[in-house]
C-alpha cells in the first residue's frame, strides 16, 4: 500500500488545516487507518484513527474536540481535518494503514504502511 500525505504547512494559533492522505490498494476501505505525528525530539504518537467504515474513530486527548479524522472510501482517502490550532501541534504528520486490522489500531507496530509524512508548524 502506498500512502501520500498533503495539506501540511504553516498557520497561526487559533487556525485551521486539513490533511489528506490518499491510498493505492483496491481494498482500501478494509484498512484501518491512522494518523500519527513526531516533533523533533519526541516520540511519534497517534493523534486520529479510525476503522474500515468510518464508524469509529479514536483521539488522543490532547487534539479532542479539535481534530476530526474521517474517510472516503470511494476516493481512498483519508483526512485530518484540523481545527483551532496550537503551537503545540507543530509536527511532521504521518498517514499509516493497516491492511490486517479493519478497527480502531492506535500501536505503531499494528501499521504495516506509512507515508512519507507532511509538515505542520503553527506559529504563536
Known amino acids: 500500500v502506498q500512502l501520500v500525505e498533503s495539506g501540511g504547512g504553516l498557520v497561526q494559533a487559533g487556525g485551521s488545516l486539513r490533511l489528506s492522505c490518499a491510498a493505492s490498494g483496491q481494498t482500501f476501505s478494509t484498512y484501518a487507518m491512522g494518523w500519527f505525528r513526531q516533533a523533533p525530539g519526541k516520540e511519534r504518537e497517534s493523534v486520529a484513527a479510525?476503522?474500515?467504515?468510518?464508524?469509529?474513530?479514536y483521539y488522543v486527548d490532547s487534539v479532542k474536540g479539535r481534530f476530526t479524522i474521517s474517510r472516503d472510501n470511494a476516493k481512498n482517502t483519508v483526512y485530518l481535518q484540523m481545527n483551532s490550532l496550537k503551537p503545540e501541534d507543530t509536527a511532521v504528520y504521518y498517514c499509516a494503514a493497516s491492511t490486517i486490522y479493519s478497527g480502531v489500531v492506535t500501536e505503531p507496530a499494528e501499521f504495516g504502511s506509512w507515508g512519507q509524512g507532511t509538515q505542520v508548524a503553527v506559529s504563536s
Open positions: 479510525i476503522n474500515w467504515s468510518g464508524g469509529n474513530t
